[in-house]
Protein backbone atom coordinates (compact mmCIF):
# COMPACT_ATOMS: atom_id res chain seq x y z
CA UNK A 1 0.00 0.00 0.00
CA UNK A 2 1.41 3.57 -0.77
CA UNK A 3 2.13 5.65 2.39
CA UNK A 4 2.12 9.53 2.10
CA UNK A 5 4.03 11.85 4.41
CA UNK A 6 3.98 14.83 1.93
CA UNK A 7 1.36 17.61 4.04
CA UNK A 8 -0.25 18.60 0.45
CA UNK A 9 -0.23 15.10 -0.79
CA UNK A 10 -2.25 13.53 3.15
CA UNK A 11 -4.44 16.88 2.35
CA UNK A 12 -5.22 16.52 -1.08
CA UNK A 13 -6.67 12.73 -0.24
CA UNK A 14 -8.25 13.07 2.24
CA UNK A 15 -10.20 16.26 1.24
CA UNK A 16 -10.72 14.84 -2.58
CA UNK A 17 -10.51 10.70 -2.14
CA UNK A 18 -11.10 9.94 1.63
CA UNK A 19 -12.21 6.72 0.90
CA UNK A 20 -9.08 5.69 0.14
CA UNK A 21 -7.61 6.60 3.28
CA UNK A 22 -7.01 3.14 5.40
CA UNK A 23 -5.26 4.58 7.75
CA UNK A 24 -3.39 7.54 9.35
CA UNK A 25 -0.76 8.21 11.78
CA UNK A 26 0.34 11.04 13.89
CA UNK A 27 3.31 11.22 16.48
CA UNK A 28 2.59 12.11 19.79
CA UNK A 29 3.44 16.02 20.20
CA UNK A 30 3.13 17.07 16.76
CA UNK A 31 -0.60 17.91 17.18
CA UNK A 32 -0.23 20.94 16.80
CA UNK A 33 1.23 21.07 13.71
CA UNK A 34 -0.57 18.85 12.42
CA UNK A 35 -3.48 20.74 13.45
CA UNK A 36 -4.94 21.15 9.65
CA UNK A 37 -4.76 17.70 8.73
CA UNK A 38 -6.33 16.82 12.24
CA UNK A 39 -9.77 19.20 11.71
CA UNK A 40 -10.04 18.15 8.18
CA UNK A 41 -9.99 14.31 9.41
CA UNK A 42 -12.61 15.51 12.00
CA UNK A 43 -14.60 16.68 9.24
CA UNK A 44 -14.57 13.81 7.16
CA UNK A 45 -15.18 11.40 9.86
CA UNK A 46 -11.84 9.89 9.70
CA UNK A 47 -10.32 8.02 12.66
CA UNK A 48 -6.89 8.46 13.18
CA UNK A 49 -3.87 7.75 15.86
CA UNK A 50 -1.26 8.93 17.96
CA UNK A 51 1.40 7.30 18.95
CA UNK A 52 4.28 7.89 20.71
CA UNK A 53 8.00 8.58 19.30
CA UNK A 54 9.46 5.74 19.90
CA UNK A 55 6.66 4.04 18.42
CA UNK A 56 6.40 6.17 15.35
CA UNK A 57 9.99 5.64 14.74
CA UNK A 58 10.21 1.91 14.58
CA UNK A 59 7.02 2.07 12.27
CA UNK A 60 8.24 4.46 10.17
CA UNK A 61 12.32 4.13 10.27
CA UNK A 62 13.23 7.03 7.77
CA UNK A 63 10.34 9.01 7.57
CA UNK A 64 10.98 12.40 7.81
CA UNK A 65 7.79 13.30 8.66
CA UNK A 66 5.71 13.58 12.00
CA UNK A 67 2.33 12.26 9.88
CA UNK A 68 2.04 9.48 7.59
CA UNK A 69 -1.08 8.16 5.58
CA UNK A 70 -1.83 4.81 4.25
CA UNK A 71 -3.40 5.10 0.91
CA UNK A 72 -5.61 2.32 -1.21
CA UNK A 73 -4.02 1.38 -4.35
CA UNK A 74 -4.18 3.64 -7.30
CA UNK A 75 -7.47 2.50 -9.17
CA UNK A 76 -7.09 3.06 -12.71
CA UNK A 77 -9.63 4.31 -14.96
CA UNK A 78 -10.92 1.80 -17.49
CA UNK A 79 -10.20 2.61 -21.04
CA UNK A 80 -13.69 2.29 -22.63
CA UNK A 81 -15.11 4.35 -19.72
CA UNK A 82 -12.65 7.12 -20.91
CA UNK A 83 -13.63 6.93 -24.41
CA UNK A 84 -17.30 6.47 -23.67
CA UNK A 85 -16.98 10.30 -21.66
CA UNK A 86 -14.69 11.64 -24.45
CA UNK A 87 -17.62 11.08 -26.65
CA UNK A 88 -19.86 13.02 -24.37
CA UNK A 89 -17.67 16.20 -24.57
CA UNK A 90 -16.50 18.40 -26.79
CA UNK A 91 -13.23 19.72 -25.15
CA UNK A 92 -10.79 17.40 -23.74
CA UNK A 93 -7.35 17.01 -22.95
CA UNK A 94 -5.73 13.54 -23.08
CA UNK A 95 -1.93 12.82 -23.42
CA UNK A 96 -0.44 9.30 -23.85
CA UNK A 97 2.97 7.77 -23.14
CA UNK A 98 4.55 5.28 -25.40
CA UNK A 99 6.70 3.80 -22.50
CA UNK A 100 7.84 5.66 -19.38
CA UNK A 101 9.85 4.08 -16.78
CA UNK A 102 11.00 6.45 -14.97
CA UNK A 103 8.63 6.98 -11.28
CA UNK A 104 10.58 10.76 -10.73
CA UNK A 105 9.31 11.28 -14.46
CA UNK A 106 5.99 10.46 -14.10
CA UNK A 107 5.44 12.03 -10.86
CA UNK A 108 6.50 15.36 -11.85
CA UNK A 109 3.94 14.33 -15.30
CA UNK A 110 1.17 13.53 -13.55
CA UNK A 111 1.48 17.20 -10.65
CA UNK A 112 1.82 18.98 -14.04
CA UNK A 113 -1.00 17.13 -15.60
CA UNK A 114 -3.33 18.31 -12.46
CA UNK A 115 -1.99 21.69 -12.61
CA UNK A 116 -3.33 22.39 -15.74
CA UNK A 117 -6.41 20.57 -16.29
CA UNK A 118 -5.29 17.02 -17.84
CA UNK A 119 -8.44 15.15 -18.44
CA UNK A 120 -6.64 11.74 -18.22
CA UNK A 121 -3.02 10.27 -18.84
CA UNK A 122 -2.89 6.69 -20.90
CA UNK A 123 0.33 4.73 -20.41
CA UNK A 124 0.78 1.24 -21.23
CA UNK A 125 0.26 -1.86 -20.03
CA UNK A 126 4.16 -3.54 -19.97
CA UNK A 127 5.90 0.00 -20.69
CA UNK A 128 5.51 2.41 -18.03
CA UNK A 129 6.44 2.19 -14.33
CA UNK A 130 3.35 2.02 -13.38
CA UNK A 131 2.05 4.24 -10.01
CA UNK A 132 4.42 3.21 -7.42
CA UNK A 133 4.87 4.99 -4.11
CA UNK A 134 7.62 7.50 -5.54
CA UNK A 135 5.40 8.28 -8.50
CA UNK A 136 2.23 9.19 -5.76
CA UNK A 137 5.00 10.82 -3.11
CA UNK A 138 6.69 12.88 -6.42
CA UNK A 139 2.87 13.99 -7.82
CA UNK A 140 2.53 15.98 -4.43
CA UNK A 141 -1.04 14.96 -3.82
CA UNK A 142 -1.40 15.35 -8.31
CA UNK A 143 -2.61 11.76 -8.76
CA UNK A 144 -5.81 12.46 -6.73
CA UNK A 145 -6.87 15.15 -9.32
CA UNK A 146 -6.33 13.15 -12.78
CA UNK A 147 -7.44 10.21 -14.63
CA UNK A 148 -4.70 7.32 -15.04
CA UNK A 149 -5.42 4.98 -17.75
CA UNK A 150 -3.73 1.59 -18.06
CA UNK A 151 -3.40 0.10 -22.26
CA UNK A 152 -2.73 -3.13 -23.42
CA UNK A 153 -1.75 -1.64 -26.90
CA UNK A 154 -1.60 1.91 -27.31
CA UNK A 155 -1.36 2.04 -31.44
CA UNK A 156 -4.92 0.69 -30.96
CA UNK A 157 -6.16 3.08 -28.11
CA UNK A 158 -4.86 5.67 -30.54
CA UNK A 159 -7.04 4.29 -33.29
CA UNK A 160 -10.19 3.87 -30.77
CA UNK A 161 -9.36 7.39 -29.64
CA UNK A 162 -9.61 8.67 -33.44
CA UNK A 163 -12.37 7.60 -33.98
CA UNK A 164 -13.67 9.11 -30.77
CA UNK A 165 -12.88 12.29 -32.24
CA UNK A 166 -9.49 12.82 -30.79
CA UNK A 167 -7.22 14.63 -32.65
CA UNK A 168 -3.77 12.83 -31.69
CA UNK A 169 -0.73 14.49 -32.15
CA UNK A 170 3.23 13.00 -31.55
CA UNK A 171 5.72 15.28 -30.08
CA UNK A 172 9.40 14.49 -31.73
CA UNK A 173 12.20 17.00 -31.58
CA UNK A 174 12.62 16.37 -35.49
CA UNK A 175 9.06 16.70 -36.25
CA UNK A 176 8.77 19.18 -39.27
CA UNK A 177 5.41 21.31 -37.99
CA UNK A 178 5.66 23.43 -34.50
CA UNK A 179 3.18 22.29 -32.06
CA UNK A 180 2.12 26.34 -31.83
CA UNK A 181 0.90 25.93 -35.47
CA UNK A 182 -1.00 23.05 -34.66
CA UNK A 183 -5.27 23.61 -33.67
CA UNK A 184 -5.15 22.36 -30.14
CA UNK A 185 -8.68 23.23 -29.36
CA UNK A 186 -11.43 20.60 -29.22
CA UNK A 187 -10.47 17.01 -28.35
CA UNK A 188 -6.85 16.43 -28.21
CA UNK A 189 -4.48 13.97 -27.59
CA UNK A 190 -0.69 14.55 -27.01
CA UNK A 191 1.56 11.37 -27.49
CA UNK A 192 5.18 11.16 -26.12
CA UNK A 193 7.71 9.09 -26.26
CA UNK A 194 9.67 7.14 -23.33
CA UNK A 195 12.67 8.55 -22.19
CA UNK A 196 14.11 6.58 -25.42
CA UNK A 197 12.08 8.06 -27.62
CA UNK A 198 9.05 7.19 -29.98
CA UNK A 199 8.30 3.72 -31.86
CA UNK A 200 8.13 3.84 -35.44
CA UNK A 201 4.08 2.20 -35.43
CA UNK A 202 2.72 4.76 -32.48
CA UNK A 203 4.10 7.78 -34.58
CA UNK A 204 2.29 6.64 -37.49
CA UNK A 205 -0.68 6.12 -35.64
CA UNK A 206 -0.47 10.24 -34.96
CA UNK A 207 -2.49 13.07 -37.11
CA UNK A 208 0.87 15.28 -37.22
CA UNK A 209 4.29 14.72 -35.72
CA UNK A 210 4.85 18.16 -34.20
CA UNK A 211 8.00 19.40 -32.04
CA UNK A 212 8.76 22.25 -29.65
CA UNK A 213 10.80 25.03 -31.22
CA UNK A 214 14.09 25.04 -29.09
CA UNK A 215 17.59 26.07 -29.50
CA UNK A 216 18.97 24.37 -32.20
CA UNK A 217 22.65 24.32 -30.53
CA UNK A 218 21.25 21.54 -28.13
CA UNK A 219 17.12 20.93 -28.43
CA UNK A 220 16.56 17.96 -26.26
CA UNK A 221 14.12 18.19 -23.97
CA UNK A 222 13.33 15.90 -20.67
CA UNK A 223 10.21 14.08 -21.33
CA UNK A 224 8.03 15.46 -18.38
CA UNK A 225 9.59 19.38 -19.30
CA UNK A 226 8.10 18.21 -23.00
CA UNK A 227 5.20 17.62 -21.83
CA UNK A 228 4.69 20.40 -19.47
CA UNK A 229 5.57 23.38 -22.52
CA UNK A 230 3.21 21.06 -24.63
CA UNK A 231 0.30 20.59 -22.68
CA UNK A 232 0.65 24.76 -21.35
CA UNK A 233 0.21 25.33 -24.95
CA UNK A 234 -3.27 23.28 -25.54
CA UNK A 235 -5.02 25.26 -22.29
CA UNK A 236 -3.30 28.61 -23.69
CA UNK A 237 -5.64 27.68 -26.91
CA UNK A 238 -8.40 26.31 -25.65
CA UNK A 239 -8.94 29.46 -23.66
CA UNK A 240 -8.37 27.85 -20.10
CA UNK A 241 -5.75 30.27 -18.60
CA UNK A 242 -7.67 33.28 -17.02
CA UNK A 243 -5.76 36.39 -15.43
CA UNK A 244 -8.06 36.23 -12.53
CA UNK A 245 -6.49 32.57 -11.90
CA UNK A 246 -3.26 33.77 -11.39
CA UNK A 247 -1.80 34.95 -7.84
Known amino acids: MPYLVDKNSILNVIRNNPEYVRRIWIEKGFEGVSQDIIKELKRQGIPFKIILKDAFIRK ?8 VLEREEIIYTDQDVLLKEVRQKKICTLCAFDGIFDPQNLGNIIRSAACLGVDAII ?3 DRSCGITETVVKISKGGIEHVKIVKVVNLARYIDEMKDAGVFCYCLDEKGETPLFDIDLKGRTCLVFGSEEGLRRLTRDKCDAI ?19 VSIYEVIRQKGLLKASDAY
Open 60 to 67: FKDVRSHV
Open 210 to 228: ARIPTNSIFSSLNVATCFA
Open 123 to 125: IPK
